[in-house]
Nanobody, 115 residues
Framework: QVQLVESGGGLVQPGGSLRLSCQAP????????LGWYRQAPGKQRELVAY???????NYVDSVKGRFTISRDGAKNTVYLQMNNLKPKDTAVYYC?????????WGQGTQDTVSS
């Protein structure tokens, strides 16, 4: 079983920034659309951003203009730069392929936005 490994979460004040990292095997990174998901307490997990192999990106409306997804093939890593964070961004963040392979879910990384 392959798991993707997320890191970079933490506690930040509203308006602050965090950069999340997701380590993925090269075979997954190279051949898949990869996305960042989040699950807030009491809510379903949602896709917030994804990146295609060709470099195209897409974002859910609530994070457009604030979050940026990117890939570094040399480091087998997908990043999520999050700026101007809001309390509603508080959640556990995960990465996975766009089709949400059930074997790839990792532990996630907790992001808490609070003053």
């Amino acid at each position: 079983q392959v798991q993707l490994v997320e890191s970079g979460g933490g506690l930040v004040q509203p308006g602050g920034s965090l950069r999340l990292s997701c380590q993925a095997p090269e075979s997954i990174l190279r051949f898949n659309v990869l996305g960042w998901y989040r699950q807030a307490p009491g809510k379903q997990r949602e896709l917030v951003a994804y990146s295609t192999r060709g470099g195209s990106t897409n974002y859910v409306d609530s994070v457009k203009g604030r979050f940026t997804i990117s890939r570094d093939g040399a480091k087998n890593t997908v990043y999520l730069q999050m700026n101007n964070l809001k309390p509603k961004d508080t959640a556990v963040y995960y990465c996975n392929t766009y089709n949400q392979d059930p074997t790839y879910w990792g532990q996630g990384t907790q992001d808490t936005v609070s003053s």
